[in-house]
């Protein structure tokens, strides 16, 4: 499933404007470093650093979620909520610190960054988007949860991109 999300966002973006999204803390399929990891495991909870390019025309801002589609919880997790970020946006710095206006709230009821913690077992995928959106401004009662912000940008993604990385705790 995590394949399909991943390639869907590619694929829209394919259509519109060729996004790119990269990392300087993580490569598509690769392995989160310790440091973008949650504290409790042992991280230093630390946001990851994001770049992005070729959103398409008439962009008016971006959206952007982290999420685990393997969490243990109907829905998955939401570990990084953010929208309202300018059209003017192309990059996150690693540790970024957002405006509380621009921070939706986590699956753990936080409005910032929450780092990665899952449960001893398999790795779990997490998959970064960001969406380019023909909105200034997301309508909504803020702060939004991940699946607020989802619907609330239907109909409002001229396109988007993924990037997905792994972790795990033995």
């Not at 801002?61 to 570990?79: Q, R, V």
Request: net charge positive; glycine share 14%; with cysteine.
């Amino acid at each position: 499933m995590v394949r399909a999300l991943v390639a869907a966002g590619v694929l829209l973006a394919a259509g519109t404007g060729l996004m790119q999204l990269v990392s300087g803390d993580f490569s598509a399929g690769g392995r989160l470093p310790r440091s973008l990891m949650a504290t409790e495991c042992g991280g230093d909870n630390r946001s990851p650093e994001l770049s992005w390019s070729g959103a398409p025309r008439g962009t008016k801002s971006f959206a952007l979620l982290m999420h685990d589609p393997d969490a243990p919880i109907p829905g998955g997790f939401y570990h990084w909520v953010v929208y309202d970020l300018p059209a003017v946006t192309k990059q996150l710095p690693s540790g970024v610190r957002l405006s509380p206006t621009e921070l939706g709230v986590t699956s753990a009821g936080k409005s910032a960054y929450y780092g990665p913690c899952p449960p001893p077992g398999p790795a779990h995928h997490y998959v970064v988007t960001v969406y380019a959106l023909d909105l200034a401004r997301v309508s909504g009662h803020p702060p939004l949860d991940g699946a607020a912000l989802q619907r609330a940008i239907g109909g409002h993604v001229l396109g988007r991109v993924a990037l997905q990385g792994t972790a795990s705790r033995p």
